[in-house]
Nanobody, 117 residues
Framework: QVQLVESGGGLVQPGGSLRLSCAASGSPFRFLNMGWYRQAPGKQRESVATITTGGRTDYTDSVKGRFTVSRDNAKYTVYLQMNSLNPEDTAVYYC???????????WGQGTPVTVSS
């Protein structure tokens, strides 16, 4: 069983930055592929950024060059550094974890991000 707790969301002005954190527990972190997803009001949840157990990263096109996903296996934590935020980034951001080759996904409770002046 994997438990995920996100933090770091909040209100930020356009052009600003936020750093989200997701702390994992309940399983050796190094075996987990991690990801950040978001869901805006009235929209489906979408993948934002992922990082594999080997450190390979992938981003949705709309955040490339602005967001950076990273992980600290010693701290059982994955981060999402978000720069140059714009109102279209407003959403609830969810942390996701999945073992290699597995179909089960683990989710955090979400942390809201609002980009507004």
């Amino acid at each position: 069983q994997v438990q995920l707790v996100e933090s770091g969301g909040g209100l930020v002005q356009p052009g600003g930055s936020l750093r989200l954190s997701c702390a994992a527990s309940g399983s050796p972190f190094r075996f987990l592929n991690m990801g950040w997803y978001r869901q805006a009001p009235g929209k489906q949840r979408e993948s934002v950024a992922t990082i594999t157990t080997g450190g390979r990263t992938d981003y949705t096109d709309s955040v490339k060059g602005r967001f950076t996903v990273s992980r600290d296996n010693a701290k059982y934590t994955v981060y999402l550094q978000m720069n140059s935020l714009n109102p279209e980034d407003t959403a609830v951001y969810y942390c996701n974890a999945r073992y290699n080759g597995a179909t089960r996904n683990y989710w955090g409770q979400g942390t809201p991000v609002t980009v507004s002046s």
